[in-house]
RNA sequence: GCGGGGGUCGCCCAGCCUGGUCAACGGCGCGAGGCUUAGGACCUCGUCCCUUAGGGGUUCGUGGGUUCGAAUCCCACCCCCCGCACCA
């Protein structure tokens, strides 16, 4: 921080300049971002979120709206607790990750095992490195989403939403972590992304009085099977469930407990105790013999599978083990398998009867470990549930599609009593806290109603009313209300607020999280203490958020004054609805809607979210960022390299849209050099200007600003940062280095209006900088105060940017001709054309342009010699803009102009210029070139 | 698989909605020159190919189509990125 940045820090600070208040009658904006989650510092691409805010709330200021940009931090959900509990148990990842890419101090680390101590320690930091950057943020009302007066604003939400039937109850299969206690969601896992709980079915085969309970995702080959595996060194066990008799892995036991059977065990053994032995399989009544496989795992369901070998490949290698001696089995057991053959039960076009077999064959696996079995499963399920039929051997099946026979299967099993069913996790799930994870049935959570029909189309209706940048994000929203199922909004474990009618449960993070912006009207008057948690009573936020109930019996009530109340209600009337809010696209299919959906929900329309901003994701030099690969950028790094001008102009030149923003240093650097060059720029250019009078090119600079401005306005009001910002510091830049270029002494009062729009059109992006630069022309008062700068001050001139655009020309079509002819030349005759020539080539394209005949026009002018066809050309060439122009403006001297700018144009060329008018008495025209000469183009002569 | 966004002249990127001003903005890199005590600062010019008069040729993922005319509109295809839920 230099001393000039801590000053203007200091200046706003002092005068209040981002701490509004409602003014009746004064229009306001009201923009918010996601609250950042606190297990971390802030990076660069929460950074480029919250910047693209912060330059649209500056901007709105400065075009007289009373803004308010407040910022609060997330604390509520089980990372911040998880990550405190493996510091704990001395995870040295985790330990690394907070010293080395956080920059955390060793001695703060040590208490980071207090889960509050160490999202306070990243708010701490957070804060001040936010404040640091200079965002005109109103700190008065910062809060963290634990505290005691938050947590009553989110039980008075829930109480509502239960209310109007949009909290429900239900019962759902979770992969769960013992340890936790808790739902394991895909990103806390260790191992088993991606996987989630399977409807395993159920066939019990007679076993004397007991049921040999199998697990199958294929119920419909129970035709098709030819024997039964266990795992021979695995433990079973004879269990009482659900009031029968079952035969199963000592591991399934547990899994259904969980899943709510009443399971009991009664006696364990070892699965070869099952070897040998038949069980009698339901709807065929065949008896079938139970073989060893050491490939069944017994963790995975009942760990007892029957076999199809001509449709899965594992059975048939297994069978050919025994039957080919690679596994060593009792004589008996070899005996029994020897008379084993495949029943085949569907027909697939493109394979045998046995499509097990010939993949098998395809593949060339030669035993049942090889690994590729798991692909060659893949293929030949995968070709049989689209395209199999079942065959006559399948009975009742035949003649039916694999997911018909499926549903077919299921119901006639059910008829035989002799079918169950389970969940299960078809592969390894483990844990972030490495505790073997498996599917529990989940009673009694509480769930946001997100698939009610009625709420999906109130959702639809908010983004429909509200406006969306970009566009295309409009979209995604639809789909994703559309495909939103209930949502999980309570859990048992981390940090947050329970739910008021049930104190089992905490409301879920995303779930506490959908309305809070409501709740920056009240914390202004928490912190500054002149209302307490006690004072939020679910009365109270029905009147301030609602104006229900009467207000004298409602102070009363929690002993607040009446005057105090309905303040707090102006308040919020005042500042609602959210006039923007904006966050990275990753939240569009979860916060973003649930803040649509709980809105609609709880408000009235016209209280609800008037515009959505949506940006892409950071990248850091062109790569994801993650802390694993070691590429994590945090804010205050970025800070200190850039400086706050340099970090902010940066970030809003990197990227528009839903595209990623590429962090480059190479690009920051640059843009730190852009701002430090600025000042010069504006005093060198000062010290060379002089008062002259207004020439063409004064009023050419005059119009172009004019045009700049309009296109850095309409960009700003939709959020294209990028834009917006290249326009003012790029294009603008060059428009007044263009300038300077092309004059030998710049005006001074042209410099001085122009740098004055200019300053204010950085302001936004650079505030440190504009302050200075302000300060420096002169300007009274603060820069982040003034107003936006008006086209109005800055007359659109067409003449001027139609000379200056013909001066352009012709250097550019001068150089070529330069460039292609060789030889000797000293100086560069230029004839513009005659007043004739002129007003034959507007009267020739406005007929053309007005479809009426050209013939009589050309008739009129066949003096001049002209080719119709060469004028047509021409109109072609200099397009809609410049041609409009052209015809418009009949005074418009195109001889003056260039003539004046002929000596520009012999330093630019570095040949001697010369300048006449074709029809002009005494011109020099040696090879008679004048006569060609038309408007835009003049003749050269080169000699 | 489902949903969303994309593929532009060495690299990054604008243009596409509202077809012609598009060989196509801007930045980076590279080349030449200028300025300067010096410069990785700044300023000019150049940077698809050809061209002794402002011209011509071939380009905007691929292949078709509509049109006097397409980077822009339509169809098909190929490729890339992101999201897909008990979690921030």
């Known amino acids: 921080m230099s001393t000039k940045e801590k000053y203007w820090l200091k200046v706003w600070n002092d005068k209040h300049v981002f701490e509004p208040d409602p003014v009746a009658g004064k229009k306001k904006m009201f923009v918010t971002v996601p609250f950042p989650y606190m297990n971390a510092p802030v990076h660069v691409g929460t950074a480029f979120t919250a910047a693209r805010v912060e330059f649209y709330a500056r901007f709105r200021r400065l075009q007289g709206y009373n803004v308010l940009f407040p910022y609060a931090w997330h604390w509520t959900g089980k990372t911040i607790v998880g990550m405190s509990q493996r510091l704990k148990q001395g995870d040295q990842a985790v330990r690394r990750a907070f010293i080395e890419m956080d920059g955390v101090p060793e001695k703060e680390v040590e208490k980071f095992v207090d889960p509050e101590y160490l999202a306070s320690y990243y708010t701490k930091v957070s804060r001040q490195v936010i404040r640091d950057t200079g965002f005109s943020i109103d ?11 938050f947590r009553k604003f989110v039980e008075w939400q829930y109480l509502r939403l239960r209310e109007l039937g949009y909290v429900v109850q239900g019962t759902h299969p979770v992969v769960w972590c013992p340890f936790d206690k808790s739902p394991t969601g895909d990103h806390d896992r260790m191992e088993g992304e991606g996987v989630s709980p399977e409807e395993f079915n159920l066939i019990k085969f007679h076993l004397g009085e007991f049921a040999l309970v199998t697990a199958t995702l294929r119920p419909e080959t129970i035709y098709g099977a030819t024997n039964i595996w266990v795992n ?28 709510k059977h009443d399971a009991v065990p009664v006696r364990s053994f070892r699965g070869s105790e099952l070897v040998g032995r038949y069980a009698m399989a339901p709807l ?6 139970i073989l060893p496989g050491k490939f069944v795992d017994d963790s995975l369901a009942t760990g007892v599978v029957y ?13 050919r083990d025994i039957q080919e001696g690679r596994v060593q089995a009792g004589r008996q057991v070899k005996e029994i398998a020897d008379k084993i053959a495949a029943i085949p039960i569907l027909t697939l076009t493109g394979y045998s009867a046995f499509p097990a077999s010939d993949v098998i064959k395809k593949m060339g696996i030669k035993d049942s470990l090889d690994p590729r079995l798991e692909a060659a499963t893949a293929e030949v399920y995968s070709a049989e549930f689209h395209r199999g039929v079942l065959t006559s051997g399948s009975g009742p099946l035949a003649g039916l599609t694999v997911s018909e026979a499926k549903k077919k299967a299921v119901e006639l099993l059910t008829k035989t009593e002799r079918f169950g069913k389970m969940y299960e996790l078809p592969e390894r799930v483990v844990c972030r806290c490495g505790t073997r994870c498996y599917v529990k049935i989940l009673e009694n959570q509480w769930f946001l109603n997100y698939s009610n029909p009625a709420w999906k189309a109130k959702a639809k209706l908010v983004i429909e009313r509200a406006a969306v940048f970009p566009e295309e994000a409009r979209q995604w929203f639809y789909s994703t209300i559309e495909w939103l199922n209930d949502w999980p909004c309570s859990r048992r474990s981390g940090m947050g607020t329970k739910l008021p009618w049930d104190k089992e449960w905490i409301v879920e993070t995303l779930s506490d999280s959908t309305i809070y912006m409501a709740f920056y009207s009240l914390s202004k008057f928490v912190n500054l203490e002149k209302i307490g948690p006690d004072n939020l009573t679910p009365e109270v936020l029905d009147y301030v958020f609602f ?5 004298a019996n409602v102070s009363k009530a929690v002993k607040m004054t009446e005057k105090r109340l309905k303040e707090l209600h102006t308040e919020f009337l005042y500042w609602f609805p959210v006039d923007l809010r904006n966050s990275a696209k990753e939240l569009i299919p979860n916060h ?17 979210p008037r515009g959505f901003g949506i940006n892409g994701m950071i990248q850091i030099e062109g790569k994801k960022m993650s802390k694993t690969k070691g590429n994590f950028v945090t804010w205050r790094a970025a800070l200190e390299k850039y400086g706050p001008d340099g970090f902010r102009l940066a970030l809003a030149l990197t ?9 480059r240093d190479r690009a920051a650097e640059d843009a730190k050099g852009k701002i430090e060059a600025v000042i010069p720029f504006v005093k060198k250019s000062l010290k060379s200007a002089s008062n002259r009078e207004e020439s063409q090119l004064d009023s050419w600079l005059v119009s172009s600003v004019h045009r700049r401005i309009i296109t850095v306005t309409e960009a700003m009001e939709e959020m294209k940062i990028r834009r917006a910002s290249a326009t003012t510091f790029l294009d603008t830049w060059n428009d007044i280095r263009y300038y300077i270029h092309r004059t030998k002494t710049p005006r001074r009062q042209t410099l001085v209006d122009v740098f004055s729009a200019w300053v204010r059109m950085m302001s936004p992006f650079v505030p440190f900088m504009a302050e200075d630069l302000n300060h420096e022309l002169g300007g009274k008062g603060l820069v982040c105060q003034a107003d936006w700068p008006s086209p109005k001050d800055f007359p659109l001139d067409e003449e001027a940017e139609l000379g200056e655009a013909i001066v352009s020309k012709v250097i550019d079509d001068a150089r070529n001709v330069l460039k292609v002819v060789k030889g000797p030349r000293s100086k560069l005759n230029v004839y513009v054309c005659s007043d004739a020539a002129r007003t034959y080539f507007v009267e020739l394209a406005t007929a053309k342009m007005k479809k009426e005949n050209v013939g009589q026009v050309v008739k009129k002018f066949s003096a001049l010699k002209i080719q119709p066809d060469r004028v047509f050309k021409l109109t072609f060439e200099i397009g809609e ?30 040949i001697k210029v010369i300048v006449q008018k074709a029809g002009s008495k005494g011109i020099r025209d040696p090879a008679n070139k004048a006569k060609d000469a038309l408007p835009t183009k003049p003749a050269f002569l080169l000699e």
Request: proline share 6%; hydrophobic share 40%.
């Open 655 to 663: 990227a528009d849209g839903m595209d990623d923003a590429d962090w």
């Open 592 to 608: 973003l809607t649930f803040f649509a959906f709980h809105h609609a929900a709880l408000f009235p329309e016209k209280q609800w």
């Open 232 to 259: 021979p060194d695995a433990e079973y066990c004879e269990a009482r469930v659900d009031g029968e008799l079952w035969v199963v892995s000592s591991s399934a036991l547990t899994k259904l407990v969980e899943q």
């Open 307 to 319: 076999s199809v070998p001509a449709h899965a490949p594992y059975d048939l290698m297994a069978l």
């Open 881 to 910: 803009d410049m041609l409009h122009k052209l015809v418009s403006h009949k005074s418009f001297d195109e001889f003056r102009s260039l003539a004046d700018a002929s000596e520009f144009m012999s330093k630019e060329l570095g």
């Open 139 to 149: 700190w008065r009302r910062e809060f963290r989403t634990i505290d005691p007066a």
């Open 284 to 289: 065929t009544g065949k008896s079938l013999p």
């Open 547 to 551: 104006g229900k109930g009467n207000p």
